[in-house]
């Protein structure tokens, strides 16, 4: 634990400095341990005996962070369709972002303690755990694992603080599922030396609008073969890069999403990452970030179910008794808590195996699935407590339903998973 | 079809000065026969051979104005949570308000082409069926049952023009699922002689900010039993009676909901219904617009089927394949063309007896119920076959998630009808 | 009613000698109409209202047999696996085999009146209703759809008397969804003139064992088309043909299934159904019995919900409530009834479109897939009413379900319906 | 692996004499390590990694036990409806019942070791399984816990050898799911000093009919609470002590089940437990053996996964393809191995909480619940992709899904974990 507080990462001893949890915040950490034998719906199955010390730490300050700073703002956030990208800096300062990563002003953290992370602004919000996903799994640590050393030294740290955005540029309008079809290009500068020129387009990209930096994927001309290349927005000709917002969405409304438009835009070959070819790349950042999405997908349910439970306890109906009462709300709830229970102990596991070297893609296929799968189910079976009440916004759970439908159809929708999961049982490939 | 379009009803020669549907329609109306034995996916169980000649009229008609003039407006409407009061007005022109009404400018068509009429809008927005529901349905309908001929005469012709909105007034702030227990209360005017003061709130009450008539439920304190009143905005004295609208909902955002504020709002006895008490009087008037919704939320999801088999077979992934090739979309689409295939037959048959008196509350509680199950979790299941692109509401299919969830709890939560058909299979109440 | 019951089927006279049903049937028949407004457990939607008033009559004459005759003997028979022929005697003898055939002794009722027959009998067990689908739809309905008339003379009046019984050969061993690959051959004999030899394998096939006659589909070695044969056991010379029983089947133990085998089986040319070839013959024969499938598990799914209604009402817990009284029970029996309600319209309609040549395949697909999910489906959720009970056989429900789960998956795999219908909807085909 | 291997319980070097497993087993154990980074279908998210090296090397002595020696013997012992009491015995000399017990020649091992054991067992039968846990669980446990000295002595050693069984009498015709309001009553005998009279009957009684030792649970009627006796068979007096065979079970045919009718059958006041009262005692054993019951489900999950899984890779349709390649049987396979990877995990990790005396009966529960709801809906499912084969018996899926659904009723059916669990989420009952 000390070394995260202290050490690595000192910007955390601001968490110090906040308020007391019990004063202002709207969730109760189960920061003290459960006596013995004392049933804690908020964790059923005691998963927290699984966490070290630091993880139980970084996940406190994470939740208190994500409790008091940004819930507050969730609301108008997702009724006004805006991001606050203050709070990527905010998030830097408490050492949350590239948590994994090890150097370059990252906390270092395990596998799991990013998951924890993930799961606390999850909590919140799916689109605030966006917006992170995309700065610390796709765009850092893309750079980390395949960047030369330069990017690393000249993007890294900026980003750790929050103080230089990123986005990642690999679906494209009629590329989803299957990104090896993509149809942006990297050419030789037909007159400027040690340049390529990019060109295509990019849609769906959470933070293009607002980010410094872009991780672009396209196929290089010369090979065919896919390549990664860091395009700083600040040196790209005017004309060369656009990146316009996707407005009116039915979810995610509380995180920012554009698209790239690329004509010619010039990138210097540094800028390319060295050693991966094909789809490993961002394949590699994909698994990074599924992974924070299976972890971070339990906070949103974990929420929903604190809120519906908390709505069944205080609504009455028929003859004075809370709905709470009722055998058909009950059944919903112990199913939302037992599905929660069990995707957060998938979710440590995967990350142990992770840190271990053991942890494979269909792994992470798998608990990415059945993680927003059953998010999503549990979420829309919990909505149905709030009866007639739920079309209001004040609720929240609305807000997680139509984000985790998202979450679902995101970074490998869920039949594209079950097809990479039939494909690693069978040997045989489905998808077409 | 004869007495329809040119006898009970002359506004609807309206009708025929619309464009040719061909010409402008955002749908093939199958209003030539199809050849015998050739299947129809989109009247997969031929249910217009259950039709009369006028039934399929009327359904054209309505289905023709709903595609060419209401869906334009929509997606804006929805985005902007705006309602536009002209609807009911052009609704009016065409016959299409209280239409199963027999005089007052009424119709006076059967209950499956009052469905029919509820399905056309509800193809285009759960938003307008419900503004529909509540002028036709609830007030239209309480009124032509429970009415002295009085208010009859007075109100209703004007509303079956649309000229005059009404809004019903049940549901109270602590009491959804359970009336009875309503707090809202008439008690005689202490000075004015002929009038009852009515005080208590109401809400999610469509319609009720921009309704020149409320009917509002409340008990008469000299009997604690339950009455109607027609209350007329136009003439409660300032400071008595308020609608407030209530904004920033999840779902439904086409329509307009509000609360009701009563304050000693003087209320002339003429207003209250004669001879109907308890609760008795609103389930007659919810039973006929939850038959609406039965046959209406079958519009939705046909309208979603629609969409997304027109993005199936558009969208190619891996090797060009469209994904309407695909074994789990194929399943996705025919799990709800069933659905929605079975729920339109009952809502038929449903109508046919309830033309025969033969219906009971409890089949509209379960065609009300099952439909609303169904278009919900059809609805979700086809969205996923939007992917990431989902998130778009340009595809109009969240819109239609989004508001099938309100409606399987708005007049009778799911779980409520469970329990009323329990009751009456087992005759036991579970309720409490 | 009075040709079904007099002029055409004289035998179904044989009915009026039955012992009065209130005296010992099982189940009360809804023969007098109910009440308005009362609404009916056993018949939600009053689907009654859309029968004739000889559909009325033959269901009432089919449902007292099943009761008295056939369900006394049926819980034996299951343990047993144990198949009486002398049941298809008896149907005979009441008129109920081939009953929608026009003449050679055939009652010639609507494809309604069939149903409703196929209902009555899987009413008490899927097994009996299978046996008697072989005879009527699969054997009798081939030869009469395409037998010459010599053909139907032979054959047809002693079937409908249940004095001689057919097995239908299509599925082998190695192609069951996909027929048309079978391997079983027909080649002109070698040495005897007007003859054809038989050779191959079939496999699950109802009654082979005991049949008297086998309608077998074959490649015709000359043409590689497919073509039907009337394989008549008595005439097959020792050595060239074995029916032998498959035993220890899990479900629809208490009807017999066996397999054909076919070595050089001489049959003549005659046998051969003249005018049709290719996958038509065989599949216009399973679609008359799949309709008899859909309208079957009706009965079934409505058996499971009167017995888990009588045991939940007999059976106390807790504070000795029946356990009727709570809200997990009552939900199970609502849903199941729902479909129940549901699924029989759907067949209703389907076998009037039948009968006005305008029901095509897909629609019975349909029925056939959703009928059998759906009777499943809830024998299943019905069966956890029973608790532990349940597992003993005394209860008749375990038998539904373990019969069910082989009607969803012959004559047409739930899966393999899904993609007819997916292949209809779209336009693609995705077996492949 | 030592101590379970060599001191504990000698007898375990008999495993070390049986054939190598490569030679005659039915599966391939993964005991060696898998190479990093590979998928393994059987064990998808490497929960082996969290197994010590003993509970490792116990899991695959009695995998090969099961697979060799139980395996070749439980088609026929189902089809006859026959239990081998030697099975129990081989058990005992392998160690392997009351392996979780300290002392008296058990083997002392870890909770997870012990629920390894019932995977292994249960992969081949659930009523195998079953014969097992009331052993080990409810009779050995219960002995264990509450039994006095001179119990514990005269029992456990021979219960443990497998020499002399048990059976545990808690559920009464009339009282299932409310053990509280049991019938069966303990009086003081009026002239034999130091006795006392049983009266009442038991029904569902695993192992009744063969057990030496009853663990039968009474209201004392001096008190009116339950207290608990070990009736010795071979001490009741003639006629006072029945334990008839209840046959023609739907399901767990390969186990035998009886009743236990008590009629004044004396026991002698040192077999009451001495200090345990209420229902305390019989939901402590309950407890543990549920926890079996969770674990084991999963082996009979995983074992459906194998046998679909080689069936769809053996099994073509249309143009060669093997059924595995069809996107609807790929999707069955990874729903189901993710849920069998879940389920491992949460039983590993209650299995840990257990040892450290933190494991709550609802966490219990949960499992219990959710492992057997989840592998009985998984192995329904996969008993589709067998098509209409799946209705022989010797592909074993459906003796798999009719044990699993009597796993889901019995021991807490899972409608009453679900109120058990709502009760722990909410703090209000659900159950009257």
Chains 1, 2, 3, 4 share one sequence.
Not at 63 to 87: F, G, S
Not at 182 to 187: H, K, L, P, S
Not at 190 to 205: D, F, H, R
Not at 230 to 249: Q, Y
Request: with cysteine.
């Amino acid at each position: 634990m000390s070394r995260f507080l202290t050490k690595t990462c000192p910007r955390l001893i601001l968490a110090g400095c906040l308020p007391a949890p019990a004063a202002r915040s709207a969730r109760t950490y189960a920061s003290t341990a459960s006596p013995i034998s004392q049933f804690d719906w908020e964790d059923p199955l005691l998963s927290k005996n699984l966490l070290t010390g630091e993880e139980v730490a970084i996940s406190e300050t994470a939740e208190r962070y994500c409790q008091e700073q940004m819930l507050p703002r969730v609301l108008r956030a997702y009724r006004d369709e805006h991001y606050d990208p203050k709070i990527l800096q905010e998030m830097g300062e408490l050492g949350l972002l590239g948590a994994t990563i090890k150097g370059y002003g990252c906390a270092g953290v395990s596998s799991v303690a990013g998951g924890l992370i993930t799961r606390a602004v999850e909590r919140v919000d799916s689109g605030y755990r966006s917006g992170m996903s995309v700065q610390s799994s796709l765009v850092m640590g893309g750079i980390d694992d395949f960047g030369s050393a330069e990017l690393k030294e000249r993007y890294l740290p900026e980003m750790a603080k929050g103080t230089l955005l990123g986005a990642f540029g690999l679906t494209e309008p009629n590329h989803g599922s299957d990104p090896g079809s993509m149809e942006t290009t990297a050419r030789p500068h037909p007159t400027k030396n040690g340049y390529y020129l990019l060109s295509g387009s990019k849609t769906w990209i959470t933070n293009s609008p607002i980010a410094d930096v872009l991780l672009v994927w396209a196929k290089l001309q010369e090979t065919g073969k896919i390549r990664g290349f860091v395009v700083d927005k600040r040196d790209a000709p005017a004309g060369t890069l656009e990146t316009p917002a996707i407005k009116n969405k039915n979810g995610l409304r509380a995180s920012i999403t554009g698209m790239i438009h690329l004509a010619d835009c010039p990138v210097p070959k540094e800028n390319m990452f060295p050693h991966v070819e094909g789809l490993r790349g961002p394949f590699t950042c994909l698994n990074s970030a599924r992974y924070g999405i299976a972890f971070g997908t339990m906070g949103a349910l974990e929420d929903c179910i604190t809120r519906a439970r908390t709505y069944a306890l205080e609504r009455k109906q028929f003859k004075g008794n809370p709905i709470a009462k009722y055998q058909l709300v009950q059944k919903k709830l112990a199913d939302a808590v037992t599905d929660a229970a069990y995707g957060v102990l998938a979710a440590i596991q995967v990350g142990r195996l992770k840190d271990e070297g053991r942890a494979t893609p269909e792994m992470i296929s798998m608990i990415k699935r059945q993680n927003c799968d059953r998010a999503l189910y549990n979420a829309r079976v919990l909505q149905e407590i709030f009866g007639g009440n739920a079309v209001s916004d004040e609720y929240g759970i609305g807000r997680h339903v139509a984000n985790l439908f998202v979450t679902q159809t995101y970074e490998g929708q869920s039949d594209i998973h079950s097809l990479i999961l039939g494909r690693a049982i069978t040997g045989l490939q489905a998808f077409v």
